[in-house]
């Protein structure tokens, strides 16, 4: 079975410029969550989407949004771009009513 | 607020030479604890899930115990390749659904041939 697939790998952008970072979830998931890892805070939660819907969020400001298809593939937008959004966004699915969660190989993201 | 301690912030051994590593937590309803690996570059690799105080797994030269408070990922004879940085998480129960997992900062564990 094909593991969690993320797309671009690797991004440069400019601050105040936005971004839309793409993640296909394994076959048969249908929980798609988000996080941020970087250096200092190490991995956080952005947010979940199940069946379309965001279940949860973290405590990320508004410029961070996401959507989920009805395929469960997912996307995540970030807008205005600051220095400070430089990380490795990870994309990580789950199947229902299961608890773990399978991480794909992330996008790293440069913000300049 | 959910928090987790992982400790060593490092470790380097010899090949061969058992130890722990420790994850200490504090969370509102535990849902599950969760072991990973993180290679350089790579995504976090799920390991263990453990859900009750008392649980124990084990995989190949890893195994993953839990109390009330704590978790303890304790590595035997260990080779080069498992080489990495192990981290720890907790997920909380929520109503509505799966809450996001918490992390630790991890143990970056070097095994020296």
């Known amino acids: 079975k094909a593991g969690v697939t993320q797309t671009p790998r690797y991004l440069i952008k400019t601050r105040g410029q936005q971004v839309t970072l793409s993640c296909s979830p394994i076959s048969g998931h249908r929980s798609v969550s988000w996080y941020q890892q970087t250096p200092g805070q190490g991995l956080q939660f952005l947010f979940e989407?199940?069946?379309?819907?965001?279940?949860n969020k973290g405590n990320f400001p508004g410029r961070f949004s996401g959507r989920q298809f009805s395929n469960s593939r997912s996307e995540m937008n970030v807008s205005t771009l600051e220095l400070g959004d430089s990380a490795l966004y990870l994309c990580?699915?789950?199947?229902?009513?299961?608890?773990?969660?399978?991480f794909g190989p992330g996008t790293r993201l440069t913000v300049t | 607020e959910d928090q987790v301690t992982q400790s060593p912030e490092a470790l380097r051994l010899q090949e061969g030479e058992s130890s722990s590593l420790n994850c200490s937590y504090t969370?509102?309803?535990?849902?599950?604890l969760f072991w990973y690996r993180q290679d350089p570059g790579k995504g976090p690799e799920f390991l263990f899930t453990l859900y009750s105080a008392g649980e124990e797994k084990e995989k190949e030269r890893l195994k993953a115990t839990l109390t009330k408070k704590e978790s303890f990922l304790h590595i035997t004879a260990p080779k080069p390749e498992d080489s990495a940085t192990y981290l720890c998480?907790?997920?909380?129960?929520?109503?509505?659904?799966?809450?996001?997992?918490?992390f630790g900062k991890g143990t970056h564990l070097i095994i020296q041939p």
């Open positions: 998480a907790v997920q909380a129960y929520s109503g509505g659904g799966a809450d996001g997992l918490t």
């Open positions: 990580a699915s789950s199947q229902e009513a299961r608890t773990e969660q399978y």
């Open positions: 989407y199940f069946s379309e819907t965001q279940r």
């Open positions: 969370v509102s309803g535990l849902r599950g």
